[in-house]
């Protein structure tokens, strides 16, 4: 599968984002996570969301800020980003998994096959 992100940009704190992230295939086939790396930091795990599946796994520092969210027509995931802080800026990256073990560790990096190139998301305080 071919991930593209796109909506990456700059906002100021408390602004607001909307991130793409547009697959080649049917969402549905995959674990499709969303992952960031801050300057200097390692990869960090955002959200996910399995398969199939309606429920939405988040990271502790996006909770209650950031939703993830699929639209199956359009083989496209999105992560809606509110009351952006400074420490979110970051290259976002989308992510698919399709090995069973994704499901079971959707937080972690090495479980998905697949990623997108990134988009950069600036937040200014």
């Known amino acids: 599968v071919q991930l593209q992100a796109s909506g990456g940009g700059l906002a100021q704190a408390g602004g607001s984002l909307r991130l793409s992230c547009a697959a080649s295939?049917?969402?549905?086939?995959?674990?499709m996570g969303w992952f960031r790396q801050g300057p200097g930091k390692e990869r960090e795990f955002v959200a996910a969301?399995?398969?199939?599946?309606?429920?939405?796994y988040y990271g502790n520092s996006v909770k209650g800020r950031f939703t993830m969210s699929r639209d199956n027509a359009k083989n496209t995931v999105y992560l809606q980003m509110n009351s952006l802080k400074p420490e979110d800026t970051a290259i976002y990256y989308c992510a698919a998994g399709k090995r069973s073990d994704c499901g079971a560790y959707y937080y972690s990096v090495p479980s998905y096959d697949y990623w997108g190139q990134g988009t950069l998301v600036t937040v200014s305080s």
């Open positions: 295939e049917r969402t549905s086939r995959y674990v």
């Open positions: 969301i399995k398969w199939g599946g309606d429920r939405i």
